[in-house]
């Protein structure tokens, strides 16, 4: 392992910096090819310019590049991710650092009351691989209602009978329990495996729930509602984001090219057509035309604020800015994210806690020669409820929960609160073995936007997901609170000594019963990073859609949105495999258009 690799993995704040065990393992991570090589030398012109080397992008110039006849540019912001990204267990540590976009809301009026300014971070990965690169790699398509209601809501050719097979095209399943039940596959790009993990909660939560009348199953299965053991994209205990799934097989690809600290700053449209973009990149201004097409996808925030910057958004805000009018729409409304309230619990203190589990040289050991332990640690359980029995027949779920352990280290940074409000609610709590069961609404049916904040690029815009704008919300999440409470408190967690860790919420003193969680969930929320649905598929004639069923940008020509953004509901669980879905399909929409298509990868 060379010392620059090692010296720039150790500028992150992990529990691997100064020690002496670092080069050992970055020498076992590397033995999987994590990212692709990229290039500093690019031409003028290709056929394809891809904006964004995430979750969707990663996959989009893959695809594309199979076609042997057309020529592909994939521009990245960040640079590639540091080798350590690979270890499920520290993905937090990455947040605030030059591969996250660190973004926080505008302040919101209904929640955030315990948070600094009443602003929630909002982290994002910049890099190769996006978000897939440090997300919590939780495998869940969503419900299968989703993706109809897609279609029947005008996106057509999106139900789920229509995606289905790019969910089957994207996997390679490695766990036997869940191949044979005929809902997965094996031989895609992204590798699927349960962790190597068992924190101590696991078996008493599965017993829990069996007491409780959940079903532990499959919710890529036959049915959603239920203890999921749970997968994660995974490949050999090591991260297996859309970098290494996509972007590594191809790398060796004449026609194509992957450039890096590449900011793109618009998108060049003559007479209403895109014809390539604007970025900086060492030091200078370049330009790249597109042949073909132009593909944005940056994301559900910038790929909408690349868009207003180019003159594509809601009139009167451009107006305002003084960005001239390419095209009126709707771009930056819809804003919908997965609002979460983490409900605390500490379980016996002679159980070892997480801070001094990651701090052992022997669970560092035991990931390196095993990929077990600690570090290869992501969520334990996940569970699908809804309000009403678990047992009831209808397959709806309002919530989502999410079980892991937890450090006050991660409340204290993570959370943004206020400092009176941790002193009050947490330091007491500071030398407990803590764990959190994450309590996260699955439909949003409050509505934010994404707006600029200028006509400078290198603004944050203003992302307010308008969290509790609709009480409905707000009752799912409390619904999940109370779902977690009572999971923490039953009988096979008192074995555990589980005790709820509500401690002093300033302001809910005087309050119980659902006000008083209500009041919590007001107090404290974060996001669980799933921002869908700034540029609208749908209808073209219906004037809420920026794109159509095909992913084209209405009024301007050669230019689609390929990413979370297009998404008009946000599917019931975790985002990212729903978005690596949308840009399988959407590969195969533009492979249709081009006349030399072959199936032969170059």
């Known amino acids: 392992m060379d010392f620059l690799t090692v010296l720039s993995n150790n500028a992150y704040p992990t529990p691997f910096t100064n020690n002496p065990i670092l080069p050992l393992l970055l020498i076992s991570l590397a033995q999987q090819r994590h990212a692709p090589r990229t290039t500093d030398v690019f031409a003028n012109e290709y056929d394809y310019v891809i904006v964004g080397a995430g979750s969707a992008g990663s996959v989009v110039a893959s695809r594309l590049s199979e076609v042997p006849c057309v020529s592909v540019l994939l521009l990245e912001a960040g640079k590639s991710p540091p080798l350590l990204t690979e270890v499920p267990g520290i993905r937090n540590n990455f947040w605030f650092t030059d591969i996250d976009w660190a973004y926080k809301t505008v302040p919101q009026k209904h929640s955030g009351f315990g948070l600094m300014d009443n602003q929630v971070i909002w982290p994002g990965g910049k890099g190769l691989g996006g978000s897939s690169m440090m997300n919590g790699m939780v495998y869940v398509r969503g419900n299968k209602k989703n993706y109809d209601d897609w279609a029947r809501q005008g996106a057509v050719g999106w139900s789920y009978s229509d995606?289905?097979?790019?969910?089957?095209?994207?996997?390679d399943n490695r766990d036997s329990e869940f191949l044979k039940n005929g809902y997965h596959v094996v031989g895609g790009p992204i590798s699927v495996e349960k962790g190597r993990y068992e924190a101590e909660i696991k078996k008493p939560l599965i017993e829990a729930g069996k007491?409780?009348?959940?079903?532990?199953g499959d919710p890529n299965g036959r049915r959603q509602t239920g203890f999921y053991d749970t997968q994660g994209t995974l490949r050999n205990g090591q991260r297996c984001s859309t970098a290494k799934g996509y972007l590594v097989p191809a790398e060796n690809r004449t026609n194509l090219?992957?450039?890096?600290?590449?900011?793109?700053?618009k998108i060049l449209i003559e007479e209403g057509r895109a014809v390539g973009v604007q970025f900086d990149h060492c030091g200078l201004t370049r330009t790249v035309r597109a042949g073909k097409e132009v593909i944005l996808s940056a994301g559900a925030v910038n790929s909408a604020q690349l868009l207003m910057l180019s003159g594509i958004g809601p009139r009167k805000h451009l107006e305002d800015l003084d960005i001239p009018v390419v095209a009126d729409l709707p771009v930056g409304n819809n804003l919908q994210d997965h609002l979460c309230v983490p409900v605390h619990f500490e379980i016996d203190p002679n159980i070892t806690s997480v801070q001094k589990k990651v701090m052992s040289r022997k669970s560092a050991e035991d990931y390196i020669d095993n990929r077990t332990g600690i570090f290869a640690a992501f969520s334990q359980i996940v569970v699908f409820g809804n309000a009403k029995r678990p047992s009831v027949a209808v397959d709806n779920p309002d919530f989502e929960l999410l079980f892991y352990e937890s450090t006050s280290r991660s409340v204290k940074v993570n959370y943004g609160?206020?400092?009176?409000v941790y002193d009050q609610m947490f330091r007491p709590f500071e030398n407990s073995t803590m764990c959190t069961c994450l309590a996260t609404i699955m439909t949003s049916h409050s509505k934010g936007t994404v707006r600029l904040q200028s006509y400078d690029p290198y603004d944050m815009p203003l992302i307010d997901p308008n969290y509790y704008g609709d009480t409905k919300d707000l009752k799912n999440v409390v619904a999940g609170m109370k779902a977690c409470i009572k999971i923490v408190s039953s009988a096979p967690m008192k074995k555990l000594k589980a005790k709820v860790q509500f401690g002093s919420v300033p302001g809910c003193e005087k309050l119980s019963g659902d006000p008083y969680l209500e009041c919590v969930a007001r107090t404290i929320i974060i996001t669980n990073h799933h921002p869908v649905g700034t540029a609208k598929m749908g209808n073209p004639s219906d004037p809420c859609t920026v794109v159509d069923p095909q992913l084209r940008v209405k009024s301007v020509d050669n230019l689609r949105v390929v990413d979370a953004s297009i998404m008009p509901i946000i599917p019931w669980g975790n985002t990212n495999t729903p978005t690596i879905m949308v840009a399988e399909k959407a590969s195969d929409i533009i492979k249709s258009t081009i006349d030399c298509y072959a199936q032969t990868p170059v």
Request: proline share 7%; no cysteine; hydrophobic share 45%.
């Open 257 to 265: 090219h992957i450039v890096t600290i590449a900011y793109v700053k």
């Open 417 to 420: 609160l206020k400092p009176e």
């Open 211 to 216: 007491l409780l009348g959940y079903k532990l």
């Open 163 to 171: 995606v289905k097979p790019y969910f089957l095209k994207l996997e």
